[in-house]
C-alpha cells in the first residue's frame, strides 16, 4: 500500500445519534473507493465495521472501527464510532484523534440527542466539522424541516452545500459545483447541468453559500464586492479556512444504503477538508509536536483490542516522525522500551501491510507488552507526553463478582485486561461495603464488559444491585457512662468513663465545669471525621496515658455503627468524667470503656442514617418531560431547576443514590432511546424514617 503524507492523509469520525446509518455510510466509502468488492450490510453483519461477534450478535456498532480507502490521490482514514449512548467513550477518543467530524443526520429523525452528546465532544476537541443528511429515500424524510432543525440548533453556519433534486430520487443538486448529480446503480457520479426545476432554489443556495465564505474571509471579501461572484477554487479555499476556524459546517446529502451522494463526499474530504499538518497540535501533558515526518516519532495509543488468533492490536496516531516495524521506542507512562511489530491499516478484519505511518497517519501494530490506552510511544530521549482522552463520569453501576467460586483471582486478572482497554470502565473495590463494582456508561457497556471477561478471560461472572455507601451519625447530643471492671485473680481490669456524643455541626461548647485540656480531629479511610475532646478535671484519667486508647476504642465503634452497622462520621466525643484504678487500669480497658461508653451515647443522640445523593442531570426532548418528572417524583428526587439546552430541555435534580439503581435502561425506555443522563456524587443527607427502619431491621435480621 501506499505511504502518503500529512498532506494528503484525511481523518474523518463519522459521529451521531443510533441509527442514523453511520456503519452503512462507512461501507459505502470503503466500495465507492475500491477497497471492498460489494457493500455489505448492517442485518446481515457483513460489514468492515462491525466485525465483532457482539456487533454482529446486536446489529449494531459497540466498538470505534478503524477503516481507510484511497480516493483520488489521498488516503481517507475512517473512525465509524457507536451511535448508541452507552458507548460515547468510543465517540470521545475518536475524535481526539480525527481531523474532521462528519455528523451523520437521519434525515426523517433531525438532531437527536446522540447528535447533541457527539457535538459537545466535537467543540470541546475543537474539530471541525461537517453534517451528512442521511436517509434522504425514507417516507419520513424532509431535507427542509431537517436542515431548519439544524440550523435552529447550531446557527446558520450549518450551511447546505446540496439540496435533493426530487424526494426518493438518485439525484441531488450541488451548489458549490452548481451541478446535478445522478448517481448510478453503482454509485458512479454523472455531472449534468441543473434542471428548471430547481434552478431558481440552487442560485439562491449558491448565493447563501458565496456569501457566506466571504464573510468569513476578508480576501474573499474583497473580491466578492469587487466581482459580485468567487470562482470554484475560491470558495473551496474559503470553505477550507472556515471549517477549521469552526466558522462554517457545510451540510452535504446521502442515501449510503444505495451509495447515493457518498463519493461525492469523498471528493469534498479530499479537496476541502483539513489535513492533519493544518490542525492545532493536541494538548499535551509535556513537550510538543508538530505533525513533521522528519522530527523524532511520537505515536499516541487510542485504543487497545486484542483479537482472537492475533493477540492484542495498538491503534496509534502518529503526530511527529515516521513508524518503522521493529523500531524501538519508549513509553512515556513507565519509561519501558517497546520494539514495533509489523504496521498496518485496517479494514475491519482484513490488514493491509505497510512500510511506514508517517506525522498524520493512523495505523494498527501488534503484541506490544507494555503499553495501553491513553500512553505515549516516543523516541527515547524525547519529552512528550499527549494528554490522555478524559471520559465521562459513570452513569451505572453494578456489584459483580465470579459467578463460580475460586475464580476471583481469574476475575480480577480479567478485569484489570478490560479496563487496560476500555478506560472508561471503571472497578472499585469497597472493603467496608466488603464488594467490587464495575461502572460503565450503561447496561449496554456493562453486558459488553461481562462478555469480554468470559471470551477473554475465561471466567463467567454475575452481576448485582451495588450495596449503597450509608453512613451513620447524630443529630442530637448524648450522655454516657461505662464502667468496665473483670477480676480474673490477679491483675485484673478496670476502667470507668464518662462521655458525650453529639455531632460536629457545631462549635465546642464547654458546659459547666468543662474545659477543654486537650483535643485531635481525625480523619476516617471512608472520608468523615471525628473530633475527641478531653475535657477531664481534676486528674480522675490519665489521659496522657489512656487518651489514645480510648480513642482506638471508638474508633473500633467508628467502623461497623451502632445502629445498623455502617461507618459512622462527622461526630465530636467528649470525654469529661470517669475513673481508673492504680493497678487494674491499663489501654485494654480504658479501650474496651470507650467503645462501649460510645455505643450507648451514640444511640440516645438521635442517630441517623445518611445516604449518597447525587447529582442528576437529563436531557430529553420536551415531549418527554412529564414521564421523566413523575418518574424521577417516584424516586424520592429533588428537582433543582429545569432549562432549555438546545433543542432539548434539561433537568437537574437532587436524588438519592439508591434511587439511581439501572436508571440508564428506565431512561431509555421512557424515551425511546432518546434521553440522556449525567450523574456526579453531591452530599449526604438523612435517610426517611421508614428508610432508616428498614435498614436497621436488615441488619438485625443479618446479625441472628
Known amino acids: 500500500m501506499t505511504v502518503y503524507d500529512a498532506a494528503h492523509i484525511r481523518n474523518v469520525a463519522l459521529v451521531g445519534h443510533q441509527g442514523s446509518g453511520k456503519t452503512t455510510l462507512a461501507e459505502a466509502m470503503l466500495f465507492s473507493a475500491g477497497a471492498v468488492p460489494r457493500m455489505g450490510t448492517v442485518a446481515e453483519g457483513s460489514t468492515a465495521s462491525d466485525f465483532h461477534e457482539s456487533e454482529r450478535e446486536r446489529e449494531m456498532s459497540v466498538f470505534t472501527s478503524v477503516l481507510h480507502a484511497e480516493w483520488e490521490g ?119 447541468p441543473i434542471g428548471d426545476a430547481f434552478s431558481e432554489r440552487a442560485a439562491q443556495l449558491h448565493n447563501e453559500l458565496v456569501e457566506s465564505i466571504a464573510e468569513n474571509d476578508e480576501g474573499l471579501m474583497e473580491l466578492y464586492f469587487d466581482k459580485g461572484e468567487l470562482t470554484e477554487d475560491e470558495m473551496r479555499t474559503g470553505l477550507h479556512k472556515a471549517m477549521i476556524a469552526r466558522d462554517l459546517f457545510p451540510v452535504f446529502l446521502t442515501v449510503a444504503s444505495e451509495n447515493v451522494g457518498v463519493s461525492r463526499l469523498m471528493s469534498f474530504i479530499d479537496n476541502v477538508c483539513p489535513n492533519p499538518a493544518e490542525m492545532e497540535p493536541p494538548h499535551m501533558d509535556a513537550g510538543t509536536v508538530s505533525v513533521d515526518a522528519q522530527a523524532d516519532p511520537v505515536a499516541f495509543v487510542f485504543r487497545t483490542m486484542a483479537e482472537e488468533h492475533v493477540g492484542e492490536y495498538s491503534y496509534l496516531k502518529v503526530y511527529d516522525g515516521m513508524l518503522t516495524g521493529g523500531m524501538d521506542l519508549e513509553n512515556a507512562s513507565d519509561g519501558t522500551t517497546e520494539r514495533l511489530g509489523a504496521l498496518f491499516a485496517v479494514n475491519g478484519t482484513n490488514r493491509d501491510s505497510v512500510p511506514q505511518l508517517v506525522a ?39 456489584a459483580i463478582r465470579a459467578a463460580r467460586q475460586g475464580e476471583e483471582d481469574k476475575l480480577a486478572q480479567g478485569l484489570a485486561q478490560i479496563v487496560k482497554e476500555d478506560p472508561s470502565l471503571v472497578v472499585e473495590h469497597d472493603s467496608h461495603l466488603g ?47 461505662y464502667r468496665h471492671k473483670k477480676q480474673t485473680g490477679g491483675a485484673g481490669q478496670f476502667a470507668e468513663i464518662s462521655i458525650r456524643v453529639e455531632p460536629m455541626d457545631r462549635d465546642f461548647v464547654p458546659d459547666g465545669t468543662m474545659k477543654v485540656r486537650g483535643e485531635h480531629t481525625a480523619e476516617t479511610d471512608w472520608g468523615s471525621r471525628v473530633h475527641y475532646v478531653d475535657a477531664i478535671v481534676g486528674g480522675v484519667i490519665d489521659m496522657q496515658r489512656f487518651f489514645g486508647a480510648i480513642q482506638k476504642g471508638v474508633a473500633e465503634m467508628l467502623r461497623e455503627g451502632p445502629v445498623a452497622g455502617y461507618p459512622v462520621g462527622d461526630v465530636r466525643v467528649v470525654v469529661f468524667d470517669g475513673s481508673m484504678h492504680s493497678v487494674d487500669s491499663n489501654e485494654n480497658a480504658f479501650k474496651t470503656a470507650s467503645k462501649m461508653a460510645f455505643r450507648d451515647g451514640f444511640r440516645d443522640a438521635q442517630p441517623a442514617i445518611l445516604e449518597p445523593v447525587v447529582e442528576l442531570e437529563v436531557l430529553v426532548p420536551e415531549s418527554y418531560m412529564g414521564d421523566v418528572l413523575g418518574d424521577l417524583n417516584t424516586r424520592r428526587a429533588r428537582i433543582q431547576g429545569m432549562d432549555a439546552e438546545g433543542p432539548f430541555q434539561k433537568i437537574v435534580a437532587h436524588v438519592p443514590e439508591a434511587e439511581l439503581y439501572r436508571y440508564s435502561t428506565s431512561l431509555r425506555s421512557m424515551t425511546q432511546g432518546r434521553g440522556l443522563h449525567r450523574a456526579r456524587p453531591s452530599h449526604y443527607d438523612p435517610v426517611p424514617r421508614d428508610v432508616q427502619s428498614d435498614l436497621v431491621s436488615a441488619r438485625t435480621a443479618d446479625a441472628e
Open 360 to 398: 498524520g497517519d493512523i495505523g494498527v501494530t501488534v503484541k506490544l507488552k507494555h503499553t495501553s490506552t491513553g500512553d505515549t510511544l516516543r523516541a527515547r530521549g524525547s519529552d512528550a507526553v499527549v494528554t490522555p482522552v478524559e471520559y465521562p463520569e459513570p452513569r451505572m453501576r453494578l
Open 435 to 481: 464488594q467490587v463494582t464495575l461502572a460503565g456508561q450503561g447496561e449496554m457497556h456493562l453486558d459488553i464488559a461481562k462478555y469480554r471477561l468470559k471470551n477473554r478471560a475465561g471466567v463467567e461472572v454475575a452481576f448485582a444491585r451495588p450495596k449503597i455507601s450509608y453512613r451513620e451519625t447524630v443529630r442530637g447530643r448524648a450522655e454516657a457512662r
Open 74 to 192: 489521498h488516503k481517507i482514514n475512517v473512525l465509524d464510532t457507536p451511535g448508541y449512548l452507552d458507548f460515547s467513550a468510543e465517540t470521545i477518543t475518536a475524535l481526539k484523534v480525527a481531523d474532521t467530524a462528519a455528523f451523520v443526520i437521519d434525515a426523517a429523525e433531525g438532531v437527536q440527542v446522540g447528535t447533541e452528546l457527539a457535538w459537545t465532544y466535537a467543540a470541546m476537541t475543537e474539530t471541525p466539522a461537517l453534517f451528512v443528511l442521511n436517509k434522504l429515500d425514507t417516507a419520513d424524510s424532509d431535507f427542509a424541516t431537517t436542515l431548519a432543525k439544524i440550523q435552529g440548533r447550531y446557527g446558520r453556519a450549518a450551511i447546505p452545500v446540496q439540496l435533493p433534486a426530487g424526494a426518493g430520487t438518485r439525484t441531488i443538486v450541488d451548489v458549490l459545483l452548481m451541478k446535478q448529480i445522478r448517481f448510478d446503480d453503482r454509485g458512479q457520479a454523472h455531472f449534468e
